[in-house]
Nanobody, 125 residues
């Protein structure tokens, strides 16, 4: 059974940076795709970034975060990260780590079997 636990959220000013971490326990294989989702208040979960190590490293980003966010993964530590730069108030919300037992990155939440509890990010203007 896979369990995911996010950390690193907090409150920052617009323009600042945060790094989110996701610790995975259980058997996470390099063939599993992993992703970050964002849930703004009153809205559903939206894909932010995904990564897979199958056949080399592939990353995918939502257009809204390209050039600002970087997803990375440390297989030895069973960890996933999201470096967030130039944060805006629109980036506020809960960020979830997700994993799926397949190598391809999916940009919708139904594609992922495993979820963390989320970590809150608040960006003030």
């Amino acid at each position: 059974q896979v369990q995911l636990a996010e950390s690193g959220g907090g409150s920052v000013q617009a323009g600042e940076s945060l790094t989110l971490s996701c610790a995975a326990s259980g058997r996470i294989f390099n063939s599993y795709a992993m992703a970050w989702f964002h849930q703004a208040p009153g809205k559903g979960r939206v894909f932010v970034a995904g990564i897979t190590l199958a056949g080399g490293t592939t990353r995918d980003y939502a257009d809204s975060v390209k050039g600002r966010f970087t997803i990375s993964r440390d297989s030895a530590k069973n960890a996933l990260y999201l470096q967030m730069n130039s944060l805006t108030p629109e980036d506020s919300g809960v960020y979830y780590c997700a994993a799926r037992a397949a190598p391809n990155i999916e940009p919708w939440e139904d594609g992922y079997e495993y979820w963390g509890q989320g970590t809150q990010v608040t960006v003030s203007s």
